[in-house]
Structures are given as C-alpha cells and as structure tokens.
C-alpha cells in the first residue's frame, strides 16, 4: 500500500483545513487508516482512525470535537476535516494503514503501523 498524503498549508487559528490521503490498492476497504502528527521537538502522536466499514472511529482527546475522520472506499481516499484550529495543531500530518483491527487498538500501536504517507505540513497561526 502506498498513501499519498495532501491538503495541509497555513491557516489562521479557527479557520479550517481537510487532509486528503489517497491509498493505491485495491484492498484499501480492508484496511484500518488513520492520522498521526509530530511537531517540531515532539514525539509523533495519534489523532484519529476510522475502522475498514466506517462503522468505527477514534480520537485523540486533544483534537475531540474539531476533527473529523472519514473515508471513500470507491476513491481508496480518507479525509481529515479538521475545524476551530489552533497554534498547538501545528505539526506535520502523517497517514497511516495497518490490517483491519480496531481503531482504539491501531491509535496504540504506532510502532508497528507498516504504510505510512510522507507527511504534510499544517501551521496555524495564532
């Protein structure tokens, strides 16, 4: 699986941005997929995950209610609509596939997540 990350760019602090995460196979519907950050200084850290049926989703607890994951299986696409930014959300967004397992469980086990996009950078200003 390749992931193709898109999206970021310079936002005022409230303002809004939506990252875009192509997949190129066709079992993308068979995947858990999700999104991680790492700031400059900081360890990378987990912001959401969306289950292979949609059915399912997670959040960090600092992005709860302002962000929201989703994705296209037909488009081997997922989203990240993230609302009400602020200065502390910068940091390079990373996508992330892993084999279908639930999204609680993939947020916690970042070091064995085998896709990975190359990252795209948010900054907000305040």
């Known amino acids: 699986v390749q992931l193709q990350a898109s999206g970021g760019g310079l936002v005022q602090a409230g303002g809004s941005l939506r990252l875009s995460c192509a997949a190129s196979?066709?079992?993308?519907?068979?995947?858990?997929m999700g999104w991680f950050r790492q700031a400059p200084g900081k360890e990378r850290e987990f912001v959401a995950a969306?289950?292979?049926?949609?059915?399912?989703?997670y959040y960090a607890e600092s992005v709860e209610g302002r962000f929201t994951i989703s994705r296209d299986n037909a488009g081997n696409t997922v989203y990240l609509l993230m609302n009400n930014l602020k200065p502390e959300d910068t940091a390079v967004y990373y996508c992330?596939?892993?084999?279908?397992?639930?999204?609680?469980?993939?947020?916690?086990?970042?070091?064995?997540?085998?896709?990975w996009g190359r990252g795209t950078q948010v900054t907000v200003s305040s």
């Open positions: 196979t066709l079992a993308f519907s068979a995947t858990v």
């Open positions: 992330a596939a892993d084999r279908p397992r639930p999204p609680r469980e993939f947020a916690q086990l970042m070091d064995v997540i085998p896709y």
């Open positions: 969306i289950g292979w049926s949609r059915s399912g989703t």
